[in-house]
């Protein structure tokens, strides 16, 4: 799998390139600067961009900027980008537009690396993952998520983070068929056409916790 | 002999207040104290009609003009406000005796024609009202600050706007106690009664409205000049008014005298006009004044500033020592006994590894979580307005947003403002029991001003919340207020003022 690195400092571009070798990625690029970025995404067409938040030259959220813009280009790139914070502000910049293939974590999850390679995989294959602290922020809304069961709670974060049923069901420690219950009765609650699409579920959630 | 020598010896008391310095500096530096000289010999022209006095009159508006043309345009309305009383007494004359006196100024050219006296004398009072209105006075940024830290909310918009209406009390009574009416027909004790009630209502309602110590000054101040004038012209009509009494000594006396309603009259005026240069200089402030206030002011905020950063310091000291310092060491600690268990116990070694990720983690959250409470992120990359829009969003409430900002805020301010919003966003979720908040935001004539408007239960004191007294202290930093009004039963607005200019927007560089 072709990968596209973006970080400005050394020795994290370093540990990630060491870090995606290891599992057998290929990294056709890893650049420094949010200008280098939109080149090398353009031109290599990469078949997953990973990218810091906060590139030079002004070290503020070039990274995403670049991300949402050669999103723009080449519609459908598949970016994840990695922050030392999440913002929903960002979450929304990134989802809007475009279903799929967009991932944004927070760079402590690289720590996992079985979890962070199958997120970038996820991404790369135009599935959508988002940092379980931004769904954590998004769910804080009580006026929109106070009527679901704890339970129910549990099942929308996974599913806005961009989990699928097989993914929620293993991690609960329960059936796909009693997630795809929850699923339905949440939807259902919430007044939301259900889908069995992940992306289109994530989307349909988020637009929902937005409004 | 009486009505020239009292104004002048006012104002040479007056004067006499004064830094030392040339007469003009003086004249420049006293500014709205020229007003009572051409008080005194306004009212000493209409109460004698004689013309030495009325030339006396045009001279002093003259030098006024020369020495201090800023101040003349101020003294219009007043100066108006006087014909119109004159204008009323005149009239009232003429209707007692068959003859008016028509000798003053703006009259003169109606003599024998009383049918126009009345209508002049009413287009005088509304045009002087109107200026008075208009004509805003210097420092009076500061008074309509002062008023908006007291009067909340949107209310303080329409009291900045028309402050100036707040004096129109005192005027009114003012006019009241001058007017011919109550000297004559009705009984002294009648009147007094109930412009006494009236005054004292008055100044209840303004230092209601205010709760400012200035302000109740200044009341008493216009007082004990209206009440001092009052004195000195009743003397005037005194042989026609048997029986009558004025002052607070001569209304418990059985006997009354002119000799001693003047005095009184003249001792409450100047106990007025003493007071009166210190009210003004309060109020509209000679330039020393206004500068020493300002260095008071700044010598306040900037204590407080430094005090701030210090336990700013002290805190993230605290929490980098008790935080990701701690968790560094024990991540050191864990690899180092990893290191030497691997050999023989791989097993355990590795749970040591995943402890010292477990740890490092948590280090980054701790490290996460104090640079937000420094200086957020989202402030640095987007500014002002995207900050506030993501706050918004990781409020548990429903948050409207409404943002007008046609440039970027400076830096410090907007973290000022951006903490501040904040505060007031965490405080209605906590607190108010409120389903949703309002957060406008918007930036007029060199103004930033920010509202957060929740609808929950009200009632909330701002003295008791330490967080709003923190931001408050730093908002004053740059000039900046914060109010907040909160009646039993809601709705809770917290609404804070910063001066600042904006600069261009953000360009982009991708």
Known sequence: MRVVIAEDLYLLREGLVRLLKAHEFEIVAAVGTAPELLDALVRERPDVGIVDVRLPPTNTDDGLRVAIEARKQVPGLPVLVLSQYVEQLYARELLAGQAGGVGYLLKDRVFNDEAFTGAIREVAAGGTVLDPEVVKKLLAKRAKTGRLSPRELQVLALMAEGRSNAAIAQRLYITEKAVSKHATGIFAKLDLVPSDDDNRRVLAVLAYLDA | ?510
């Open chain 2, 1 to 510: 002999m009486l009505f020239i020598a009292f104004p002048v010896i006012c104002y040479v008391i007056a004067l006499r207040r004064e830094r030392p310095g040339s007469l003009r500096e003086r004249i420049r530096a006293r500014g709205w104290g020229l007003l009572l000289p051409v008080i005194g010999l306004a009212f000493a022209a209409m109460m004698t009609g004689n013309h030495v006095l009325l030339v006396a009159e045009l001279v002093a508006s003259c030098l006024i003009m020369l020495f201090a043309p800023g101040v003349a345009t101020k003294l219009v309305p007043f100066g108006l406000l006087l014909l119109a009383m004159i204008g009323a007494n005149l009239f009232h004359a003429y209707r007692r005796s068959g003859e008016g006196s028509v000798d003053s100024v703006a009259y003169v050219f109606v003599v024998g024609r009383m049918g126009l006296l009345v209508p002049e004398a009413v287009l005088f009072f509304a045009t002087g009202i109107w200026l008075f209105i208009h004509v805003r006075a210097p420092g009076s940024e500061r008074i309509g600050r002062a008023v908006a830290r007291w009067w909340q909310g949107t209310a303080a918009k329409g009291v900045r706007r028309g402050q100036e209406l707040l004096l129109l009390p005192v005027l009114v009574l003012a006019l009241l106690l001058l007017h011919p009416r109550h000297w004559l027909g009705i009984s002294w004790w009648t009147a007094a009664g109930s412009l006494t009630v009236a005054l004292l209502a008055a100044v209840g309602a303004l230092l209601l409205m205010f709760r400012s110590r200035v302000w109740a000054v200044t009341l008493a101040a216009a007082g004990l000049l209206v009440l001092g004038a009052y004195g000195v012209l009743l003397a005037m009509y005194w042989p026609g008014l048997p029986g009558w009494r004025y002052g607070p000594i001569q209304l418990y006396l059985a006997s009354t005298s002119l000799k001693g309603c003047v005095a009184e009259g003249i001792v409450l005026f100047a106990l007025g006009l003493w007071l009166a240069p210190g009210v003004m200089g309060e109020h509209l402030g000679t330039r020393t004044e206004v500068l020493e206030q300002r260095v008071r002011t700044l010598t306040r905020t900037r204590t407080d500033a430094v005090d701030t950063a210090a336990a700013e310091l002290r805190r993230i000291e605290r929490d980098l020592h008790d935080g990701a310092q701690a968790r560094l060491v024990a991540l050191g600690m864990s690899l180092q006994a990893a290191e030497r268990l691997f050999p023989t116990r791989p097993d355990v070694a590795m749970a040591l590894v995943s402890e010292a990720k477990e740890a490092s983690s948590q280090a980054l959250t701790e490290l996460r979580d104090l640079v937000r409470g420094i200086y957020p992120p989202v402030l640095a990359d987007r500014g002002l307005a995207d900050a506030i829009r993501s706050l918004a969003m990781d409020n548990p409430l429903h948050t409207i947003v409404d943002i007008e900002l046609p440039g970027e805020v400076e830096m410090p301010v907007g973290s000022a403002v951006y903490f501040a919003i904040a505060e007031a966003l965490t405080n209605a979720a906590r607190h108010a029991g409120a389903g949703s908040v309002h957060v406008d935001v918007s930036h007029r004539n060199g103004m930033l001003k920010a509202r957060v408007t929740d609808d929950g239960a009200g009632g909330a004191d701002p003295g008791q919340g330490t967080g709003l007294t923190g931001i408050e202290r730093r908002l004053a930093t740059f000039d900046g207020i914060l109010a907040v009004s909160s009646p039993p039963g809601g709705p809770t607005i917290v609404a804070i003022e910063v001066p600042c200019a904006l600069s261009s927007p953000k360009t982009s560089t991708c």
